[in-house]
């Protein structure tokens, strides 16, 4: 009898060993898997995190090349009102010698530049129609010059120094170029209400 108590006790012995390393795995088992599962929620949420970073950037670059193709496009509308007034306003001013107050305006443009150039003999270059005038408005000032009528413009002239190293352009033609860097903002404003 003692050794069937003695078996006995030795396999309760190893029943509650094996129990208690079953429960030691069990334990064990549980702690990794719910290790693991705050790593794969960890994971998860960085990767989430990531996606919603990298969406992020995605959607402020698709905003900002869309922001610049609208400038670009509003850029060329206005370039081409601004381009269209000023075709317009050379059209208007195609026929400006068969206006009334042609001839002040041209002596206007002849004096400007005289005195712009500020020498005492002229090369006034000028359209063969503003010979006459030209002439006339030369006498009455007393200025001293040649003319060469080898222009072909809307009206005004171009007055040099008589060795030429002095220009003054100051035709329809080159003061409209002028007026569109001078003007061009208020002219936008004035086009678009920006």
């Known amino acids: 009898m003692v050794y069937e108590e ?3 006790s030795m396999q309760e012995a190893a029943e509650q060993n094996n129990r208690e390393t079953i429960e030691r795995a069990a334990r064990q088992a549980d702690e990794i898997i719910s290790d693991a599962q705050k790593q794969a929620a960890g994971i998860r949420h960085r990767q989430m ?7 992020d950037v995605e959607r402020n670059r698709q905003t900002y090349l869309a922001t610049e193709e ?5 850029s060329h509308v206005k370039e081409q009102l601004l381009h269209d007034a000023f075709e317009a306003a050379a059209e208007d001013l ?3 010698r068969s206006k ?3 001839e002040a ?3 206007r443009l002849l004096t400007e530049a005289v005195y712009e150039v500020r020498g005492k003999e002229f090369i006034f270059h000028i359209d063969p129609r503003d ?6 408005i030369i006498q009455d000032h007393q200025f001293s010059g040649i003319i060469r009528p080898d222009l072909e413009t809307a009206g005004g002239l171009i007055v040099c120094s008589s060795d030429e190293r002095i220009m003054v352009h100051n035709t329809i033609e080159s003061r409209l170029e002028r007026a ?3 003007y061009r903002m208020d002219i936008l404003l004035e086009l678009t209400g920006e």
């Not at 995190?49 to 969406?55: F, G």
């Not at 609208?70 to 509003?74: L, N, Y």
């Not at 010979?131 to 006339?136: E, I, Q, S, T, W």
Request: glycine letters at 6%.
């Open 6 to 8: 003695l078996v006995s």
């Open 49 to 55: 995190q990531e996606r919603i970073r990298q969406a």
């Open 70 to 74: 609208v400038k670009t496009a509003i």
């Open 94 to 96: 195609s026929g400006i």
């Open 100 to 102: 009334p107050g042609y």
């Open 105 to 107: 305006l041209f002596e």
């Open 131 to 136: 010979r006459d005038l030209c002439n006339r």
């Open 180 to 182: 569109k860097d001078v």
